[in-house]
C-alpha cells in the first residue's frame, strides 16, 4: 500500500497492526472501537487491530457535523477511537471519546506482542457504517464478517483482480465502497493500492502516470474533475482496464465526454452500505447505456410493484428487492426499521429499477427521498429544519436536481414570514454555517406559497427548480 506519505508492504502492515492492538487492549473496554483516519494505508492497520482484538469496528465519517459525529459516537458506545493529529487540524468536527489516540502519539518500534486474531463466527459484528436515516439521523448498518467476506468473495470471482494488479483509491474508507472495494478487497488478493487522501485531480493524474494503476474506482463528480485538467492526455489513461463509477447516476455527458476525449469507457455498478456494498458491476465490454450491470455471483435480485410487491417483468420499473450473504444484519438497535425494510427474505433498498432481458439492472429513480450529492446521502428534512429555523422563514421544502458535477444538488423553495424580504445569499450562508458544504442549498427560490396535500403536507413532488 502506498500513500501521501509511505509505502507499506506486507509484514509493516501486520506489526503496525500488532503495535496498535498492544496500545488499544488495555483502554478500550468496550465492543466498538471507532476509526476517524484519512484514506491511506494507516485505516487498514487500525483496522486489523480492532479486529485482532475482536472488536467491531465503526468507521467515523469526519465530514459530519460535530452533533451528528457525536450521536454516531455515542449510539455506538464506543470508549476508544484512533485518529491522527494531522486529520483533527484539518476538519471541523471533533471526536469525542474517554480514549482519543493519535497515530502519532503510538510508538511503532521494537517487537509488539505476537498475536492471532480472536475467533469470529460468520454472524459476528465486524463492521458499524453509518449512513443517513430517513429523520436524517445516522442508522448504524450492522455487517458482519460473513457479510464482508462473501462480498469480497464475490466481487473476486465477477471481476477476477489478480496481484498483478495496481488500485488507485481515493473514496474515503469510512464509506462501505471505499472500505470494502479499495481497502478489504486488495489486502484479500495481494494486489498494489495507491491512495490520495484528498481528490485534488491535477495530482490523480500525477498519480496515474506514476503509478500506473490498472483500476480506477471513483464517483461522477470526479471524472467530472479529471476532464478539467487540461494537459490529462489519452496516453496517461493507457494503462487502466477497469475504470468504474459507482455512488451514484453518471451523467451522461461526463460518460461521452470521458470516451471522447481519452477513449475510456467508465463502467458503472451499483450497491448500497446495507449490501457490503457491491451487488451489480458492469465488466469491461458490458457497458449498455444506463445500465450499473447484472447481478454479482450469489446475489438475487427482484423487481417489484411498490403498491402490490409482485414481481414485474423484464423491462418494466419496480422497486429492486436484493438477497445475498453479503445482505447486511440489519440496523443497530433499530429493529422497527430493520423490519420495515425486510421482506420474504429480500432487503427493499428503496431505489426504482428495471432487468433487461440478459438481467442487466438499469436504476431510474428513488422510491425514498434520499438525495445523493456527490456521492452523500442528504435528506430534504436536514436542510428544511435548518431553513425553518431562520427568522425570516415560514415554511420551507427542499428537492435534488441534476448536475454534471455533484449528481444532484439541493434547490430549496421557501415562504416568508409576515414583513419578511427575501434575501438568498443570507439564506444561503445561514445553511453553510449550519450543514456541511454538500448539504447546503445550491440555490433558494422564493414562492408565495408552498403546494401542499390535503393534511397540510408540503408535496416535494410539485417543486420546480
Known sequence: MVDDRRSYRRAELLIGALHLADAIEPICRTNTFGLMLPTSGAFPIAALAGWFLGKTIVPLNYLLKPDDLRYVIEDCGTDTIITSQTLLDAIEARPEARNLVKLEDIDFTGFPTPRWPTHAEGDDLALLVYTSGTSGRPKGVMLTHGNISANIRQIQRHVQF???????????QFHSFGLT????????????????????????????RRHRPSVFIGIPSMYGGLLRVKDARPEDFASLRYVVSGAEPLPASIFEAFRERFGITINEGYGLSETSPVTNWCRPGEWRPGSVGPPLPGVTERIVDPETARPVPPGRDGEVWIAGPNVMKGYFRLPEQTGRVFRDGFFRTGDIGRLDRDGHLHITGRLKEMLIVGGENVFPREIEEVLDANPSVAASGVVGRRDDVRGEVPVAFVELGDGATFDEGALIRWCRARLPGYKAPRRIVHVPRLPRGPTGKILRRELDG
Do not use: E, K, N
Open 162 to 172: 489478480t496481484r498483478r494488479d495496481v488500485l488507485l483509491g481515493v473514496l474515503p
Open 181 to 208: 472495494v479499495l481497502t478489504l478487497l486488495p489486502l484479500t488478493v495481494g494486489c498494489r493500492v495507491v491512495y490520495s487522501a484528498r481528490f485534488v485531480p491535477s495530482r490523480i493524474v500525477a498519480l496515474i
